[in-house]
């Protein structure tokens, strides 16, 4: 193909480190290529879904090649891909599955390519179990409820805390906020000030928990998820016990390998391609 291929990555806010990895990531990798044109866009924050759908529409009036999507919610973000599909835009979805019935109503497929969020969620969550008795009580501090990797990572940690059987006293969202996560978590332990620990669905919002914690002088065992930058001094320090590295810096790049692939026949156009995690402890 000798063509310049035009390739766009569609993300969720770029105020967040892990997206910011994410966009280093690929803008090398294009960097390292003649033949690809990458235009980046993403969202301010992390629950502007119509935002992205517009974005994703952007794109297909651009006459790109191809879109690698990071979806904000799986089910309202699989009809602007759709369009894309039948635009003949090869489509790759990464790091949070579109849903799965929703395509099949739009009849079009799209290949999943990221990691298993529920193992990875289960495997830190039982670091944290290790560290805590049957019957303590623990709160899970939830993404955005609408994004597929958010359900499977609160499945993952529910999962370790039946097999640990422990007491969860709240699961609440906070939308992978770091301000969010520092409200509601604020009033969980008001209500319930015998929590022994807390499972964060993502770095972010263990900063946010950890801010409360700081504030009140007294530090839960906690764990999150991403391996964000901001978040490493706090697993230094053994403030955070876990998280789970899911390499943000090369998913946009394992998605784009996959379009690039798929464009000239190699790649299938379905089916889920799973990448790896790391738990750092």
Same mark, same amino acid.
């Given at each position: 193909m000798s063509k310049v291929i035009k390739v766009g990555l569609v993300m969720k806010?770029?105020?967040a480190d892990f997206f910011?990895?994410?966009?280093?990531?690929?803008?090398?990798?294009?960097?390292?290529?003649?033949?690809?044109?990458?235009?980046c866009v993403g969202t301010q924050s992390q629950?502007?879904?119509e935002e992205q759908v517009a974005l994703v529409r952007s794109l297909i009036r651009q006459g790109v090649d191809a879109i690698v999507l990071v979806p904000?919610?799986?089910?309202?973000?699989?009809?602007?891909?759709?369009?894309a599909v039948r635009a003949g835009i090869a489509v790759v979805n990464i790091?949070?599955?579109?849903?799965?019935?929703?395509?099949?109503?739009?009849?079009?497929h799209i290949p999943f390519v990221g990691p298993d969020n529920l193992v990875a969620a289960y495997?830190?969550?039982? #670091?944290? #179990?290790a560290h805590l008795s049957a019957g303590d009580d623990v709160a899970i501090i939830e993404g955005l409820p609408t994004a597929d990797n958010a359900q499977q990572r609160k499945a993952g940690f529910q999962k370790a805390i039946e097999e640990s059987r422990l007491h969860v006293v709240a699961s609440v969202p906070a939308n992978w906020e770091t301000g969010q996560a520092a409200l509601v978590?604020?009033?969980v332990w008001k209500v319930r000030p015998q929590l022994k620990g807390v499972f964060c669905s993502n770095d972010a919002m263990a900063l946010g928990v950890l801010d409360v914690m700081r504030q009140r002088e007294t530090y839960l065992p906690i764990v999150g998820f991403d391996n964000d930058i901001s978040a490493q001094p706090y697993l230094r320090d053994g403030k955070l016990l876990a998280t789970v590295d899911i390499f943000s810096a090369q998913l946009a790049v394992f998605g784009i390998e996959h379009a690039l692939k798929m464009l000239v026949g190699d790649a299938a156009d379905?089916?889920?391609?799973l990448t790896p995690f790391l738990l750092i402890d």
């Open positions: 806010s770029l105020q910011q990895a994410m966009q280093s990531g690929a803008i090398e990798f294009a960097s390292s290529r003649s033949d690809i044109e990458l235009i629950t502007e879904v904000i919610d799986s089910k309202v973000l699989v009809a602007p891909a759709a369009e790091d949070i599955m579109l849903d799965a019935e929703h395509l099949r109503q739009a009849d079009v495997e830190v969550g039982k #670091c944290l #179990c978590f604020d009033e379905e089916g889920v391609f």
